[in-house]
């Protein structure tokens, strides 16, 4: 989903879905995403708790999934009454559930799996119409406004401009690596120097910290001294037979990039084999020193762009780490507290969605800027960083959860509770600030705060299932979830707990 999400091009929807807005089709995806894993889990547990013995139950949990299967709403045979369909299965089982809530003052525990797959069901249907609207209509929908955003970004600026810029080191890492890399380069291969110097600059590219480097240039090193073997042995063997080596040479190619976003060694496998049979066909022969030079120049330029990186300007992979886990902080902050305030205030449904999209993306980058550490060690840094990756993957599983309530409005509760939703508010937004210090290092000691209180005395004052159809509790389940995960990690780097 996330992949997806993120290969969504605007100039291409733009031409294949005129008047439909990527952000449209981005939360089409991320809903249609968290659907599809809701229901394997809940549909496994309701069977275990023996709710699906209910003939209601499974025929329209049946229809839910079959209509929304058939909406097909980007599909050029569209029909409308598919989507109304949906509609109609959404809203039944809605009744279901307000027929379970009615019968009894204690529903079953399973109740709130039903509830998830209708709330996050109806996110699904909510975005389809809007899609055909949009589509249909050719009216685009106002993209937000930006302002906040663009002001941040300049008063960023002008805190960074006191130092370089990332892409100014990388700059100067790239100049001085090159410069390295020309000279070793001459010595190594006279007549074919640029080996180095190419394999030195894609290392650099695209990398930032010490880590993604070694194993950018690993991977690269690895996957030429494969591809060289493969090559060489296949064009032996073919040597002569032009056409069936220009038939591997396309399938080769096809390979290289196709397996670019699955292996980075599998591609360089395939790229190496490609330069061997462009070799034998281009200069009539391939030899055992021809494409062993090709190797000792990858393997050369690999190692001057981890040396230039560990030497000038270098960056560590566990402070890459911080920084990206710092921006997941900066981005899951206004998306927990506006949900919360969304019980005592107007918040827009479409801006907590976006933004469960945007903290879903930036886990990716932590996990990407992690890898060179995931492997076990005895290194006390890189099980630090392990662990931070596996409790924000536990927040974000969290995070995404409450999306499935943000279209819930109107929330009944006694005027007492405001002040506790703002005290939650506030230690929230204290909490995740105390933990984005911790982890980058500003802060060795903070205070921490558990909402034990705060919790105790909502589940207390909320007013029962008979009362209202809108569980608070179980809509707040979640952001008890998100800010133990918080406080566990803050304690871990020697926050104390209050």
Not at 115 to 140: P, W
Request: contains cysteine; aromatic residues 8%.
């Amino acid at each position: 989903m996330r992949t997806v999400a993120a290969n969504l091009n605007a100039e291409d929807i733009n031409k294949i879905w005129p008047g439909l807005e990527p952000s449209q089709l981005r939360l089409y995806v991320f809903d249609t995403g968290m659907l599809v894993e809701t229901l394997g889990g809940s549909i496994y547990n309701l069977k275990k708790a023996n709710a699906l013995e209910s003939d209601e139950l499974r025929r329209i949990l049946k229809w839910v999934m079959e209509s929304l299967r058939d909406a097909e709403v980007l599909s050029q045979n569209y029909n409308e009454k598919n989507m109304q369909d949906a509609e109609l299965a959404v809203q039944a089982l809605r009744n279901v559930i307000r027929d379970l809530l009615d019968r009894t003052e204690n529903p079953k525990g399973w109740l709130y799996l039903i509830r998830r797959i209708e709330s996050i069901a109806n996110h699904v249907v909510e975005a389809g119409i809007t899609m055909q609207h949009s589509l249909n209509k050719g009216e685009l929908v106002q993209q937000e406004e930006q302002e906040e955003e663009d002001s941040d970004d300049s008063e960023d600026d002008s805190d960074e401009n006191k130092e370089l810029k990332p892409s100014t080191k990388k700059a100067y890492q790239a100049l001085i690596a090159g410069g390295i890399s020309i000279i070793v380069g001459h010595i190594i291969s006279p007549t074919q120097p640029y080996w180095v110097l190419l394999t030195a600059f894609v290392c650099l590219l695209g990398t930032e910290s010490i880590g993604r480097i070694y194993m950018k240039g690993f991977q690269r090193s690895f996957g030429t001294v494969i591809g060289a073997v493969i090559g060489f042995m296949l064009a032996k063997m073919l040597a002569g037979q032009s056409m069936i080596e220009l038939v591997l040479l396309f399938l080769v190619i096809f390979l290289a990039f196709y397996l670019l976003t699955v292996s980075y060694t599998l591609m360089s496998v395939f790229i190496t084999m490609l330069i061997a049979f462009m070799y034998d066909i281009l200069l009539g022969g391939i030899s055992f020193s021809l494409i062993g030079a090709r190797v000792i120049d990858t393997i050369a330029g690999a190692i001057i762009a981890l040396g230039v990186s560990t030497v000038i300007f270098p960056k560590k992979t566990k402070d890459k780490v911080a920084d990206v886990t710092d921006e997941y902080l900066a981005e899951l902050k206004p998306f927990v507290i506006n949900y919360v305030r969304r019980f005592r205030e107007d918040v827009s449904v479409k801006e907590l969605t976006n933004s469960a999209i945007d903290i879903d993306n930036k886990l990716q980058l932590i996990e990407d800027e992690a890898r060179p550490l995931s492997k076990p060690t005895e290194s006390s840094s890189t099980s630090d960083v392990s662990r931070w990756v596996t409790i924000f993957t536990a927040i974000n599983y969290f995070a995404r959860h409450l999306v499935a309530s943000t279209y819930r409005k109107k929330f009944d509760y006694p005027v007492e509770l405001v002040d506790t939703f703002k005290q939650v508010e506030e230690k929230l937004e204290h909490n995740m600030d105390t933990l984005s210090k911790l982890i980058k290092g500003a802060d060795r000691t903070g205070v921490i705060y558990q909402l034990d209180r705060e919790r105790e005395q909502i589940e207390q004052l909320a007013p029962s299932i008979s009362q209202s159809h809108q569980d608070l509790i179980h809509h707040l389940f979640y952001v008890w979830r998100i800010n133990q995960s918080i406080v566990a990690l803050a304690m871990d780097l020697g926050a104390e707990e209050k």
